[in-house]
């Protein structure tokens, strides 16, 4: 039995990579997610069969339960996927905390009789973080899904208060020193408490990181809350002496990282900043001094720009999710491309609520991938453009990045949609975006406004190409 | 069973590398679906939770157990789910 959990945690593992692996080419990468199912079940089934389990019932409604729960959660719309993967990251860390406690608490009940499992000072460490982060990802990801999802008695907006990182910081800081006292004392007649007060503050601790965040942070922290969960995971490994919770763990966790410094190199801000920085108590002094005045432009108008022109490149942003416009677009793509117009979007990486919102959003709407340009390859052909249509996208094409040191969006790389011939921004209202600063993109000479619901406006365009016969 | 750490931390770094090897080269058109995939992956945790629940343990210990199953389970299956539809809609003109 023994050498049947060793192969097949060894299989799993090797399927794992293999996933993840097959994950670099849209055209291998669902063969990643039979890999991934494969390795999954080997690991559940070989668990399951060794001689120590006994309690099959509860393990079968456990498992019932999650197919009841997982599968609606696996439909819902795409626009909310960010908020899926939040609470997913939730559960993520709930599973960790919970085998901690119960880890914890058994071998409190069996330390007396002598049963117990040695638990040396590396395991307690483990232990503690295991419980540390997994319920500082529970709570954490929990209001990042709130947040997502615009559950009412979450503040939207950044909350900040004077000394807020002092009080984030100590509450981390008091876990962790209680965390030490029990590594150093295991036996001492007060650890049981400690134990219970050290997950309290882990579960204060989630909620107090995340209020200061803003929804233009989101991509960046839901990458952060991915590397905590696979932390987690790799921790709990630790305890339970798994290579192989060890081994998935660490994948999830080195995936959540290199999102967090992609995320964070594309608004050119560190892990400090994101997480103790809060980002939307913008200054709304900026620009305040020099009140331009945008030029609107009509339906048609606009409609006449795009049809004339050789190339557009569409940019689209989290706005266009919010108005489930992706389908309104795909359409315009088409009637455009049907008149012989060359049609790019330009996928900044933080645009959208976490990394690649957009590129699912098209992809769901049937844009080819390979019209889906990164800004890096698309801003050099910018100069060239003749339409830059920009639709709910605004801090990721704000000028002002590029010069303007007191805002909080300066030194982030934008997509370049100043430079084309002409820019044509959809924009909801006339309010600044989540960062809170005016865009400077949309004053410029040759910048015209379209205002209205991004769907509505697509699809009063979409109708001006009518007469051509789209469909 | 003493748990040798050292050997622990030595399959940790490792799997960190080949981690950050493979995470590096995914197409940044597929970072939401990898984003699930390794969500799912990660919800491994099932496995610790079979132990704590399925084990001769006080009921108490047995019901943590199941609620993180349940929790894992809910990764899983949403996850992969979710990864597989979204893959599907990728597709080349």
């Known amino acids: 039995m023994r050498a049947v959990s060793e192969l097949s945690a060894i299989l799993a593992t090797a399927l794992f990579i293999f996933a993840l692996n097959w994950m670099n080419d849209p055209k291998t990468a669902r063969r990643g997610v039979v890999a991934g199912i494969v390795g999954m079940t080997i690991a559940v089934v070989a668990t399951w069969i060794q001689p120590e389990i006994i309690h099959h019932g509860w393990i079968l409604l456990a498992i019932a339960a999650g197919f009841v729960v997982g599968i609606p959660l696996s439909l819902v719309p795409l626009t909310a996927v960010p908020q899926r993967t939040a609470l997913s990251h939730a559960f993520g860390g709930l599973a960790a905390g919970l085998v901690g406690a119960a880890e914890y608490f058994l071998w409190l009940g069996e330390h007396g009789t002598g049963a117990a499992v040695e638990m040396t000072h590396f395991r307690m460490g483990a232990l503690c973080a295991e419980v540390i982060l997994g319920f500082l990802t529970f709570t954490g990801s929990l209001m990042a899904a709130g947040k997502l999802q615009e559950v009412k008695w979450i503040p939207q907006r950044p909350v900040t208060y004077p000394g807020q990182n002092v009080v984030n910081i100590g509450v981390l800081a008091v876990a962790a020193g209680l965390a030490v006292a029990m590594v150093l004392h295991p036996d001492a007649p007060w650890a049981r408490t400690v134990f219970f007060v050290i997950a309290g503050l882990a579960l204060l601790f989630g909620i107090l990181l995340i209020i200061p965040i803003g929804g233009a942070d989101m991509p960046t922290v839901i990458s952060i809350l991915n590397a905590y969960a696979g932390l987690s995971a790799v921790a709990m490994g630790f305890v339970l002496n798994s290579k192989l919770l060890v081994t998935a763990g660490a994948l999830d966790g080195s995936s959540g990282l290199i999102l967090s410094i992609i995320m964070c190199r594309a608004m050119n801000r560190s892990f400090t900043n994101v997480l103790f920085g809060a980002f939307g108590k913008a200054q709304p002094a900026i620009a305040a001094g020099e009140q331009k005045v945008w030029k609107q432009e009509t339906v048609e108008g606009a409609a006449q720009l795009l049809e004339q022109a050789r190339t557009v490149v569409i940019i689209p942003g989290y706005g266009m999710a919010v108005a489930q416009a992706q389908h309104k677009v795909a359409e315009l793509y088409d009637a455009l491309t049907k008149r012989g117009v060359i049609v790019k979007f330009a996928i900044h990486p933080v645009a959208g609520r976490m990394p690649g919102h957009m590129n699912v959003l098209l992809a769901e709407a049937n844009i080819p991938y390979n019209a889906l340009v990164e800004m890096d390859e698309i801003n050099p052909e910018m100069p060239q453009t003749d339409v830059a249509l920009v639709v709910g996208a605004n801090d990721v094409v704000n000028p002002a990045a590029r010069y303007a040191k007191s805002t909080p969006i300066y030194g982030m790389p934008i997509i370049d949609a100043d430079k084309a011939k002409t820019v044509l921004a959809v924009k909801r209202s006339k309010n600044p975006g989540f960062a809170g600063i005016d865009n400077e993109l949309y004053v410029l000479d040759n910048t015209w406004m379209l205002f209205g619901d991004a769907k509505a406006v697509l699809s009063d365009l979409v109708k001006q190409f009518g007469s051509g016969g789209i469909h | ?93």
């Open chain 2, 1 to 93: 069973m003493t748990s040798d750490f050292g050997s622990m931390l030595f399959v940790f770094i490792l799997a960190t590398f080949i981690g950050l090897g493979v995470i590096r080269r995914v197409s940044r058109l597929l970072h939401t679906p990898l984003m699930s995939i390794t969500n799912a992956i990660s919800a491994i945790a099932v496995v610790g939770s079979i132990v704590v629940v399925g084990a001769d343990h006080p009921l108490g210990i047995r019901i943590l157990g199941a609620v993180a199953l349940f929790a894992s389970m809910t990764n899983i299956v949403s996850g992969f789910l979710i990864t597989d539809r979204m893959l599907k809609m990728f597709k080349k003109r």
